[in-house]
């Protein structure tokens, strides 16, 4: 999806100081400008900061991915990780933890020699987020590492902290000279959700991390973009023939967006709690979902091109009034998750027993496009729901006239395409087949492709992914600034409207949602469909 909007991996990134790299000298991307589609976008020298190192994210899913690239050969030698966290950690303690994230949750097989070569690249910082000491003692650290490791002066700095912080880490990385690009090396600066809690407070965010970072060097991350599934509804939509001449008012009746999970949310009070699941999820994930669903063919895939698109969509993207009755939001009670009793959130641990956090929310949105005029999009996300499934579901109008008796049609619904993005990931179409037998009966039946059977290959990990577009530079999959302000610009109606109104409605673990969301299509004729 990305085209080589490059960083600069190529010519020979310089270590700050005098002292020549290490090895190899001037280091070149051998693999970067032959285009050969075999050869793998490789990242060149450079170190990767992470804030937040003791965090769930930064445990399960950063460390797992870095080992992984360097598993796969995607880091080069001159690769170093820098943790930074208030513990007084030494580094060869910062890399036993580390180890331990990467043998417990890494995607690929476990190889000795690949981890010693990356631990001898592990460095830890300890120091509180405004401690100039602890930055001071961060730049000598990476200057060190550019030259002694060769990082060469390329610097990644991951922010996985709570966004209250980001202001004060972007302020110190600047005060220590981190964040400013010189003599061709790059400072990189990646944001982990949730940007900002509404529009304003993106707003603000926004400038402050723009007067430290140009856009051009500032990643923020919504992993949804990072996965495979994801990124092919644009080779499905603009590699094909087949679709686009349906994908629009004239045939499309509506478009349902569900990401279902299953778990709750027992230990993550402290990040989630007062945030819920419409800042968490569908202010993010579901609207770029949304997005690439809706959007106009883009000139080309270049980042630019594909900005343009999705914001085109988001600018002309609102919430369906009235709010009450087409947006839901619950709170989940206790209930069975398969055959497990579990409890409901207000006795989790660490929420209040008067919380009205939502742990379900949905909306619907219209898009005011010539393409899209009139069609609803049904967004819904939800914690201890029947399964865990994300998937977009392009819903179809009936065909006009069924010249069947009718009771030959009762098992009959609306065509559907639907993407399934996880797990099972692959594609299902959906419509009407004749039921062998004499009679002229008609009943729905899927077409499924999947990745599993389809292709050898496993799919990487969004992370993977992402991480590695960020050493080398390719935006393409990192929402901008305008994104994510159009995002809290399109919600925010409904969080206010919601602040105003007391309490979620419940619903019981195992389920669907609340009732509340059954009737927000019910009302228009439509239903939810069960994945
Ligand atoms: C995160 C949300 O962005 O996505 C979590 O903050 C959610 O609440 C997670 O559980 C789900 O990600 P995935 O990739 O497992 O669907």
């Not at 409901?344 to 641990?349: A, F, R, S, Y």
Request: charge should be negative; charged fraction near 25%; proline fraction near 6%.
């Amino acid at each position: 999806m990305t085209n080589g909007a490059a960083g600069p991996v190529g010519a020979g990134p310089r270590a700050r100081g005098t002292t020549p790299l290490a090895e190899p000298g001037d280091w070149v991307n051998p693999l970067r400008d032959k285009r050969d589609k075999r050869m793998p976008r490789v990242a060149g020298p450079c170190a990767v900061v992470i804030f937040g190192v003791t965090g769930d994210l930064a445990r399960k899913k950063l460390m797992p991915a870095i080992y992984d690239l360097a598993n796969r050969g995607l880091l080069a030698p001159q690769f170093a990780l820098v943790g930074f966290a208030r513990r007084d950690w030494a580094d060869e303690h910062f890399g036993d933890v580390v180890l331990e994230a990467v043998k417990e949750h890494s995607r690929t097989p476990f190889r000795q020699e690949v981890w010693d070569r990356l631990a001898e690249g592990i460095r830890f910082v300890h120091g509180d987020f405004d401690d100039d000491d602890a930055f001071a003692r961060l730049a000598d650290t990476l200057h060190k590492l550019d030259v002694d490791r060769g990082t060469g002066g390329n610097h990644a700095f991951y922010l996985s902290i709570p966004p209250a912080s980001f202001p004060v880490v972007c302020e110190k990385l600047s005060k220590s000279g981190l964040a400013a690009t010189t003599d061709g090396c790059w400072n990189r600066v990646v944001i982990e959700k949730p940007f900002g809690h509404d529009l304003a407070s993106a707003e603000s965010l926004n400038t402050v991390v723009n007067s430290v970072f140009p856009e051009s060097s500032v990643f923020r991350i919504d992993h949804y973009l990072g996965k495979e599934t994801v990124q092919n509804l644009l080779a499905l939509r603009f590699a094909n023939e087949l679709f686009e001449p349906v994908w629009n008012s004239h045939y499309v009746d509506h478009v349902q967006i569900t990401m279902a999970e299953d778990i709750g949310l027992g230990g993550r009070a402290g990040y989630y709690d007062g945030i819920g699941a419409a800042r968490d999820v569908i202010q993010n994930h579901l609207l770029q979902l949304m997005a690439l669903t809706a959007m106009e063919e883009p000139v080309n895939f270049s980042p630019a091109e594909l900005h343009t698109e999705k914001i085109k969509v988001l600018s002309s993207a609102r919430l369906v009034t009235p709010l009450d009755q087409n947006t839901s939001r619950g709170q989940y009670t206790a209930g069975w998750q398969g055959s497990q009793k579990v409890v409901g959130l207000l006795d989790e641990e660490g929420f209040s027993k008067t919380s009205t956090t939502e742990t379900f929310a949905a909306v619907t949105v219209e898009v005011d496009t010539r393409r899209w005029a009139g069609v609803p999009f049904y967004l819904r996300t939800g914690k201890r729901l029947g399964r865990r499934v994300t998937e977009i579901a392009l819903v179809f109008k009936r065909a006009p006239h069924l010249p069947f008796d009718a009771s030959m049609t009762d098992e009959l619904g609306q065509n559907a395409l639907v993407i399934r993005v996880q797990p099972d990931e692959g594609i299902t179409l959906r419509f009407g087949s004749k039921v062998p037998g004499h009679l002229m009966e008609v009943r729905d039946v899927n077409m499924d492709f999947s990745y599993g059977s389809a292709f050898a290959e496993e799919s990487p990990e969004a992370y993977e992914r992402l991480i590695l577009d960020v050493l080398l530079g390719e935006p393409s999959l990192f929402p901008n600034n305008e994104e994510v302000e159009l995002s809290w610009k399109i919600l925010d109606p409904a969080l206010e409207n919601w602040a105003a109104g007391g309490k979620p409605d419940p619903y019981e673990s195992g389920g669907w949602g609340p009732e509340s969301a059954f009737e927000m299509l019910r009302r228009t004729g439509r239903e939810w469909r069960r994945p």
